[in-house]
Each structure stands twice: as structure tokens, then as C-alpha cells.
């Protein structure tokens, strides 16, 4: 069992749950993959939750103007409403909505999506606006959040964000990224000089050497 | 009832299973936990669930106090049912 893994998985859950990390010491008995299953299934379970409300709220976008629908959101619904909604919403429709939010609303709404319920959506999404999100991301410390979309964004979109990101960040996102596929591919878009960064961000503190196994 | 399991530990699991709208029969097993531990998760998911549901209802109605009368009236209706 890898342990940083097995943390990793604990702090996702620590998240869906709103407790701290400590509180789960129940769950240190369980190996990464019953933990992992445990986790989707929860996320699941929040998602189906209230969902006839939110599709009947979904419904209601395709009635106004997607720049009016925007407002709304960003205005008056907030994050957490629009983040569930926004899984119902056909993905075109969604997109559209979503190219007219500020970033740091698109931040915010990050941390209350799930990933990949939402995945259509986000392959639709300008790569800029992408990446203005994933750096306000950074600059909260969301490296939790940030790793829940590696799975699901294109890798020319990946390729774009990460570019814009540092190397702490790289690291600090790596220990929470599911999918060793993913980060097989991403392997092509480091190049050089983000290498000696990511090996130096390391040195710095060597707990992020987890991080660094991630992205080899 | 899944084979093997003492009573105590399959109510524990009915019980979270129920919270995450999973089928008795689904393939999610968390072995080694005790009754008590599978429990305590469940007790904890129901928490946050509630705590959700209030949090998006609490969202929602100070949504609609910033929302013209008219669309206010749409969300109220589409929202309340």
C-alpha cells in the first residue's frame, strides 16, 4: 500500500465529509482501493442528492439568455447551487453559461463539482479561461480540487495549465492525482527546465518527494 | 445478506449503504472496519448530506432575495415544486 496514496485518498474524503483529516483514523485499516471506492460513492451519493430540484433549476437556464444566466449564478445563486446544477445541464448549454463567469467564480465553483459528471463541460471550456481559474486555484492552495479535473481536461488543455502554474504547485497537485495514465501522457509536456524545478521544489521540502514520484 | 458477515457488521453496512444510495448487493466492501467503524462512517455521511441540503436551501433563498420579482418568482416555482 503506498501511504502517501492512502493519505491522499483520506484527505478527499476528509473534504466530501467537511471534517478534518484526524477524524478518520477509522479509515486507516482500509487499503487505497476500498478507500477510493468509498470516496466515488459518496461524491456520487452528494451529486444524486436534491438532484430533482437542480434539474428543475437546469431546466430553467434553457428558458433565459445564457449571458443573463450567468448573472444570475454569479450574482445570486453562488457556488455550491451552480456546482451541482451544473452537472445537469446539457454540456453545450453549460459552456456557454460558463464562458461568460469571472474566473475566480469558476474557482469558486471548482471544489463543488464533480469531475466526472462535469467532464463534457470542461473539454468545452476555452483553455485561457482554464488556466485563470486554475491559477486562482493556485493561489487558494486548492491542490486538492485542481488534481479532481487532471482526469477529465484534454491533454492540449493540461498542457496549456500547466504551463502557467509553478513547480511547488505541480508537486503539490501530483499527490493528489488518480489516474497513472494520465500522468504517463502529461510526461510529454514537461519539459527541461520544469524538471530541474519540480527536482529543486522537492529539495526544498522533501515532503513533496510524493509529489514528484507522481509526475516521475 | 452478505455471507459470512456477523449481524452487527451487516447492519452497519445496510446502513451506510442506504446513505449512499448503493444496492444491498453492491461490491463495496470495507474490510477490515468493525460495525462500529462502518457506523460512524454512515453517521458521518448523513451529517454532511443534511448539512448540505440546508446549505444549498439557506443558498437558494438569499439567492432570491437579489433576483428580480419576476425571475424570483420562477426559481421559487421551479425550486419549490
Known amino acids: 500500500m503506498s501511504t502517501f496514496q492512502h493519505r491522499a485518498e483520506r484527505i478527499k474524503i476528509a473534504r466530501l465529509l467537511r471534517v478534518p483529516v484526524e477524524q478518520l483514523q477509522d479509515l486507516e485499516g482500509l487499503d487505497v482501493e476500498p478507500l477510493r471506492a468509498l470516496r466515488v460513492a459518496m461524491a456520487d451519493a452528494l451529486f444524486i442528492d436534491d438532484s430533482k430540484y437542480f434539474g428543475r433549476l437546469a431546466a430553467v437556464t434553457k428558458l433565459l439568455p445564457a449571458a443573463l444566466s450567468a448573472s444570475v449564478c454569479e450574482r445570486a445563486l453562488g457556488a455550491l447551487i451552480c456546482g451541482r446544477a451544473a452537472g445537469l445541464l446539457a454540456p453545450e448549454d453549460a459552456a456557454a453559461i460558463a464562458k461568460r463567469l469571472s474566473p475566480s467564480f469558476i474557482a469558486d465553483i471548482a471544489p463543488e463539482l464533480n469531475p466526472r459528471r462535469t467532464a463534457a463541460l470542461l473539454q468545452q471550456l476555452p483553455h485561457g479561461l482554464l488556466g485563470d481559474a486554475a491559477l486562482e486555484l493556485e493561489r487558494r492552495g486548492e491542490h486538492v480540487a485542481m488534481a479532481g479535473f487532471v482526469d477529465v481536461l484534454s491533454l492540449e488543455a493540461l498542457t496549456a495549465i500547466i504551463r502557467r502554474l509553478s513547480d511547488r504547485t505541480l508537486l503539490e497537485v501530483g499527490v493528489y492525482i488518480e489516474s497513472p495514465a494520465t500522468l504517463d501522457a502529461l510526461d510529454v509536456v514537461l519539459d527541461d527546465n520544469t524538471l530541474v524545478g519540480l527536482v529543486q521544489a522537492t529539495l526544498q521540502d522533501p515532503v513533496r518527494l510524493c509529489g514528484l514520484a507522481r509526475w516521475r | ?81
Do not use: C, N, W
Not at chain 2, 14 to 19: I, P, T, V
Not at chain 2, 22 to 43: F, Y
Not at chain 2, 55 to 60: D, E, S, T, V, Y
Open chain 2, 1 to 81: 445478506m452478505t455471507p459470512g458477515r456477523e449481524a452487527s457488521l451487516q447492519a452497519a453496512y445496510d446502513a451506510l449503504f442506504y446513505q449512499l444510495r448503493l444496492p444491498a448487493d453492491a461490491p463495496l466492501s470495507l474490510e477490515p472496519l468493525t460495525a462500529d467503524q462502518v457506523q460512524r462512517i454512515a453517521t458521518m455521511f448523513h451529517g454532511v448530506r443534511h448539512s448540505q441540503r440546508e446549505a444549498i436551501f439557506a443558498a437558494l433563498e438569499q439567492a432570491l432575495q437579489h433576483v428580480p420579482a419576476l425571475l424570483r418568482g420562477l426559481l421559487h416555482k421551479t425550486m419549490g415544486g
